[in-house]
């Protein structure tokens, strides 16, 4: 899912999609006719964060991206 969007965002940094239509493929739900995600290499999902969720930062997985620490089991 986040290499589709991804490339929909490319797409609009080139002028093949406007904002609007972006805009309202989220809006409605309607899956594009052409769908093409973007290469998956250097592409990673490392924040996700809720803005009306008070959640602290779990600071063992930044270092674990940063360090490559082991993970504690």
């Given amino acids: 899912m986040i290499r589709i969007i991804v490339g929909k965002l490319l797409e609009i940094a080139n002028n093949e999609l406007t904002v609007a239509e972006f805009e309202q493929y989220l809006i409605t739900k309607v899956t ?31 270092r674990i991206l940063q360090d490559e620490v082991d993970v504690p089991v």
């Fill in 32 to 62: 594009p006719k052409i769908i093409v995600p973007v290469y998956a290499q250097g592409l990673y999902l490392s924040k996700v964060t809720y803005p009306y969720l008070d959640l602290k930062p779990r600071a063992i997985f930044s």
